[in-house]
């Protein structure tokens, strides 16, 4: 099993920028994918981004494309999400979340990760 820890979620108002970073310990792991996924009240969970942690390829969700960046630090077995001009439907409980050994085409559905951190609040007001 995998730990992870979400950190930097908090609230900010429409247009502006938040961080949120993902660490991961212990069981190791160098190829698999990783996400975040939200979930606001009331609506299903979704995929907002997803990165393989080995060569790094992304996939968005369309309506965070060009103002959502997903990445990673191999060496310090961190995920972040760079969330710019955001939006007040933004708001949610975004997770980090794991797919330990995933290969090929990134998950589109949140059930194929196996691993999920707490979960962190953004909130977006107008």
């Known amino acids: 099993q995998v730990q992870l820890v979400e950190s930097g979620g908090g609230l900010v108002q429409a247009g502006g920028s938040l961080r949120l970073s993902c660490t991961a310990s212990?069981?190791?792991?160098?190829?698999?994918?990783m996400g975040w996924i939200r979930q606001a009240p009331g609506l299903q969970r979704e995929i907002v981004a997803a990165?393989?942690?080995?060569?790094?390829?992304?996939v968005y969700a369309e309506s965070v494309k060009g103002r959502f960046t997903i990445s990673r630090d191999n060496t310090k077995n961190t995920l972040y999400l760079q969330m710019n001009r955001l939006k007040p439907e933004d708001t949610a409980v975004y997770y980090c979340?794991?797919?330990?050994?995933?290969?090929?085409?990134?998950?589109?559905?949140?059930?194929?990760?196996?691993?999920w951190g707490q979960g962190t609040q953004v909130t977006v007001s107008s």
């Open positions: 979340a794991a797919a330990l050994g995933w290969v090929g085409v990134l998950p589109t559905s949140p059930t194929s990760f196996g691993s």
């Open positions: 990165i393989d942690w080995s060569d790094g390829r992304t």
């Open positions: 212990g069981r190791t792991f160098s190829y698999g994918a």
